[in-house]
């Protein structure tokens, strides 16, 4: 009786996780729209966010700027998409008001997503 997976059966394994995470990622999102000949393709990443502080000062945010892969819209490019559009939009998360007296200071958290939209490029 054999106890435990095989070595196949765990390379196997293996290979599904990393094509069920490959799936999930924007590349793999556009190649499987592309291999679906769908005309458009659109994926939305976020940019930056908007956070408060965790101490108290003037400014009571900070921007965070995101790390999006180099070149990432290119590399889309690449399995066959033209970029047609790109915009962008902020969304807010959420809202913070202090009072103190007749003063009101209001903290705004959020996001800025680009949105970017493809055609799938002439053969």
């Known amino acids: 009786m054999v106890w435990g997976k095989t070595e196949e059966q765990k390379r196997a394994e293996a290979a599904s996780r990393a094509q069920e995470e490959f799936a999930?990622?924007?590349l793999g999102q556009a190649t499987a729209a592309f291999e679906n000949n769908d005309r458009?393709?659109?994926?939305?990443?976020?940019?930056?966010?908007?956070?408060?502080?965790?101490?108290?000062?003037?400014?009571?945010?900070?921007?965070?700027?995101?790390?999006?892969?180099?070149d990432l819209l290119g590399k889309i490019e690449l399995i066959g998409w033209k970029l047609e559009h790109a915009g962008y939009v902020f969304v807010e998360t959420g809202s913070t008001i202090n009072t103190m007296g007749t003063i009101n200071n209001t903290t705004t958290k959020g996001e800025v997503i680009g949105v970017y939209l493809f055609r799938r490029a002439a053969d």
């Not at 921007?63 to 180099?70: F, G, K, L, M, V």
Request: glycine share 2%.
């Open 24 to 26: 999930a990622t924007p």
């Open 40 to 70: 458009f393709f659109q994926i939305e990443l976020k940019l930056s966010e908007l956070v408060r502080k965790a101490v108290p000062s003037r400014r009571g945010s900070e921007i965070r700027r995101s790390e999006p892969p180099a």
